[in-house]
Each structure stands twice: as structure tokens, then as C-alpha cells.
């Protein structure tokens, strides 16, 4: 994870602006802590040495002239895991409140750390202007193995992520529509009986790189 965070700083590859979400300004970082088949980013993994480090303040300002110049409503860290490097990306979500506190910040998270850590919840409560979705990558920790390449146990690192964001901060689940199932939903359905209409079936695009790694696990 050092690779990818300095002191405050992060490591980005590149800023752009993006269809999602009606148009949204997004800021694809480096470095995930997991390894799913299925991600389209993998090569930025397997490059390290891609990317600059930004402080918070320029992350923020980019976002929001990208925003600005496109007349978009919504930014984004994407591209890998943006809940790495915590005080970083809390750092970025409050600058952009400040600079535009209309704009929503969308924060797409794997839930790991969310999960692992009480207080990261918390953190994330003090913003209005913030909205988490958290994207769970199969139903169960059945196969939760084989699809992230991280122990199965994880999976409730995700479930409780959802527990922990739960009357604090606005979010909704995603899920992988090719492994989505009653297992996820019953979870959700747990926590609170209205999280699993809120579920999100997000459908896999597979390009031509991420075929072969799929095939090398046995998914296709
Ligand atoms: S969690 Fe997201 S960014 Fe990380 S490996 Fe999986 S799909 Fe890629």
C-alpha cells in the first residue's frame, strides 16, 4: 500500500470525465487490496510505477474544474480502491465540499477497509456532501476466493462494511449481476429489511485481457 500512499499524498493515472452517473468527474488512482478476475484496471497493478502523487487539494481542484467544465453534479475516485489511503481521501472529500458543496462525491468502495475499521465509518458520517457505493463482487464466500484472489473470510469484511455505513452515511449495495444470489440478499436483508431494493446489478464487461484471466481461474 506504501507504493501508492505518501504522507498525504496519493498516486493517480489520470483524470477524465465519465458518462456514469449522468456525467461525473472522475480521478482513477493507483492500488487495491484486492485482485479481482474481472477488473478492468489489473494493468495498473501490475505497472506500479504508472501514475504522480497529488495531495488532496489537487485531486479536489481537478475534480471539480472537470466537473465544472462539463457541467457535471457528481465526482469520483476510481480506476482502483480509493478508501487506501484514508487521510488522503477524506482530505479530497472535504476539499471538494469546499470548493463546490453542491457537487456529490461518489465513493465506489470494495468495503474492505470500511469493514475492518469501526471508525472509518465515522469519518465518512461528517461529510453531506457524500454518497458510498459499496460493490461486493459475489454473493457469497463460497467462491469469494477464487473471483478476488483474497481469503474468503473478507466477504464479511464487505457485509459488515454495509453494517457500519447503515444509518450513518447514505450508500446502496452493488453486486456483480453474473454472481449475484439469495445468499447476498438475506445478508443485507439482515441488516435492514429495505437495503436489498437498493441493490445494485452491475453487469461484467469482459474485455479481451480480462478473458484470460478469467479462464485461468476457471470462470469461463
Ligand atoms: S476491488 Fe475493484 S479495483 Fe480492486 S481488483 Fe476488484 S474490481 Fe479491481
Not at 480506476?79 to 472529500?93: A, F, Q, S, W
Not at 461529510?127 to 467462491?143: D, I, Q
Not at 462494511?161 to 452515511?169: D, N, S, T, Y
Request: charged share 30%; hydrophobic share 35%; with cysteine.
Amino acid at each position: 500500500m506504501q507504493k501508492f500512499c505518501r504522507n498525504n499524498e496519493r498516486k493517480y493515472y489520470r483524470f477524465r470525465a465519465d458518462k456514469y452517473y449522468g456525467g461525473i468527474a472522475t480521478a482513477d488512482c493507483m492500488g487495491c487490496n484486492m485482485d479481482c478476475a474481472f477488473c478492468w484496471s489489473w494493468r495498473t497493478r501490475a505497472n506500479p510505477e504508472m501514475g504522480e502523487f497529488y495531495s488532496p487539494e489537487e485531486v479536489a481542484e481537478r475534480l471539480v474544474k472537470v466537473a465544472h467544465n462539463n457541467g457535471f453534479r457528481a465526482v469520483r475516485i476510481s480506476g482502483n480502491e480509493p478508501t487506501l489511503c484514508r487521510e488522503h481521501l477524506l482530505g479530497v472529500i472535504g476539499e471538494v465540499e469546499d470548493l463546490d458543496s453542491s457537487l456529490i462525491f461518489i465513493l465506489e468502495t470494495n468495503g474492505i477497509e470500511i469493514g475492518r475499521d469501526e471508525s472509518y465509518a465515522e469519518d465518512l458520517s461528517k461529510f453531506g456532501n457524500l454518497h458510498v457505493r459499496v460493490s461486493f463482487k459475489t454473493r457469497s464466500p463460497e467462491n469469494f476466493e477464487i473471483i478476488t484472489g483474497r481469503p474468503k473470510e473478507w466477504f464479511e469484511l464487505q457485509i459488515k462494511a454495509v453494517e457500519r455505513l447503515h444509518g450513518k452515511v447514505s450508500f446502496h449495495p452493488a453486486v456483480v449481476a453474473e454472481y449475484a444470489g439469495e445468499y447476498l440478499i438475506k445478508r443485507l436483508r439482515e441488516i435492514s429489511p429495505e437495503i436489498p431494493a437498493k441493490l445494485e446489478h452491475e453487469s461484467l464487461v469482459i474485455y479481451t485481457h480480462v478473458k484470460k484471466r478469467m479462464r485461468a481461474r476457471g470462470l469461463i
